[in-house]
């Protein structure tokens, strides 16, 4: 059974509050989607629930491979050593766009130390480019029009919302996962905090 700590994050000037919630059973099956709104648009908006996975509680590496679209080839393999930070988004999402430029900032920040991969089974590519040019993101989106991706998060960390960003380790595995649109100061904790487990 993998234990986790859950903290609903909220800004409060520069400081964050960390609120405990109750620890959900895995992270494959936890359900969070009873605090999630859906919206009449399509998508289901989260609250922005962070969940954290102790070292010794996370699952194998996360095995994923596919194409960005600028059509080169993708490894997650690669990125070992790394901090990796995924994002599920697609572009007529209204909270994906509203966290677009906190994303856009920690990935300059924190270049090239961490790696940032956006993650989208929704868009063709030129709706994905439009958004990308729109808000000058600085990193890759997986064109997972087959769903690889979230196959690939079966069975280590529940997507019941768009957007979820999930925070890997620098084994690859997942370390943390925010359901709903993510804010810079919660995003630049989270990868300290996972930086700080590999000195």
Request: with cysteine.
């Amino acid at each position: 059974m993998m234990r986790a700590r859950k903290f609903a994050i909220a800004a409060l000037s520069t400081a964050l509050i960390l609120g405990s919630c109750a620890a959900p059973q895995t992270p494959a099956t936890d359900d969070e989607t009873s605090s999630a709104e859906v919206d009449h648009s399509g998508y289901v908006s989260g609250d922005g629930t962070v969940t954290i996975w102790a070292p010794a509680d996370r699952e194998d590496p996360v095995e994923l491979t596919g194409e960005t679209f600028d059509e080169d080839a993708l490894d997650l393999a690669e990125w070992h050593g790394s901090v990796v930070v995924l994002n599920f988004w697609y572009a007529a999402c209204p909270p994906c766009r509203a966290e677009a430029p906190d994303l856009k900032q920690v990935a300059e920040e924190t270049a090239p130390e961490v790696q940032f991969l956006g993650v989208n089974s929704t868009d063709d590519p030129g709706t994905a480019a439009a958004f990308e040019r729109t808000f000058e993101i600085p990193y890759p989106s997986l064109h997972d029009s087959r769903s690889q991706a979230v196959a690939a998060m079966q069975g280590k960390v529940a997507l019941q919302a768009v957007p979820t960003t999930v925070v890997l380790d620098t084994d690859g595995r997942v370390a943390a996962r925010v359901i709903g649109r993510v804010d810079a100061a919660t995003l630049r904790t989270l990868i300290a905090d996972i930086q700080a487990e590999s000195t």
